[in-house]
């Protein structure tokens, strides 16, 4: 599985916005970029995951460099309650041969600290 | 819709035991995954089903584990003869399309003294 970098930790001020950042420069042409993020003792949640373009919905948007080696996920206002362990993963598009079924591997992902 | 339902949230057993743990998916989605996570930790992935079948297993899952999903509706998770390495929060997830977001439960908690 093709791997994802970020940073072990952020901060951010309350309603200010968050850019947490994502490096995957062995991505392939097949590798949908995920976004999920898990608050403390909870089972993790989907947040957003693009292809190519910019992509935005009512948790976040996502934005996706041209050569698709790293993305972005932005919160535009923080709030206390995105404070949360954030993971970024690429997941394959199942192949003819039937050998990969979308599965999700996680890494140690980014805890975000939201302060008042 | 009410999510993807784990039960029981926690469980509490003595080394040597055979536990198993329950998971109902969201109704209309035909994909579900089990998942193993360790304190500090982002989620392992154990097994995959497609309605069904499973079709996919980790290295992970160990002879001691075995999971099922009858009529393709909910699955169990079984763990045999329980080690204290089993510790884990064990999470299901459900999704519906091949490259759709999933839904996870909350999981259910494991602690084997």
């Known amino acids: 599985d093709a791997k994802t970098t970020q940073p072990n930790s952020m901060e951010s001020n309350e309603e200010e916005p968050v850019h947490l950042p994502c490096n995957h420069s062995?991505?392939?042409?097949?590798?949908?970029i995920h976004w999920y993020r898990q608050l403390p003792s909870q089972g993790p949640e989907y947040v957003i995951h693009?292809?190519?373009s910019n992509v935005n919905n009512r948790m976040a948007s996502l934005a996706i460099a041209e050569d698709r080696k790293s993305s972005t996920l932005i919160l535009h206002r923080a709030t206390l309650r995105d404070a949360a362990v954030y993971y970024c993963?690429?997941?394959?598009?199942?192949?003819?041969?039937?050998?990969?079924?979308?599965?999700?591997?996680f890494g140690q992902g980014t805890i975000l600290t939201v302060h008042p | 819709d009410t999510g993807v339902s784990q039960d029981p949230r926690h469980k509490i057993t003595k080394r040597g035991q055979n536990v198993t743990f329950r998971c109902d998916p969201i109704?209309?989605?035909?994909?579900l995954y089990w998942y193993r996570q360790t304190l500090g930790q982002g989620p392992e992935f154990l097994t995959y089903f497609q309605n069904e079948a499973q079709l996919e297993k980790s290295r992970l899952l160990s002879d001691r584990f075995s999971a099922e999903r009858p009529k393709g509706s909910f699955s169990t998770l079984e763990i045999q003869r329980t080690e204290q390495g089993d510790s884990a929060m064990y999470l299901c997830?459900?999704?519906?399309?091949?490259?759709?977001?999933?839904?996870f439960g909350s999981g259910t908690r494991l602690t084997v003294v």
């Open positions: 993963i690429l997941r394959d598009v199942e192949n003819a041969g039937g050998t990969s079924y979308g599965k999700l591997t």
């Open positions: 693009g292809l190519t």
């Open positions: 109704s209309e989605h035909n994909r």
């Open positions: 062995t991505i392939s042409g097949t590798d949908y």
């Open positions: 997830a459900s999704s519906l399309a091949r490259v759709s977001g999933y839904t």
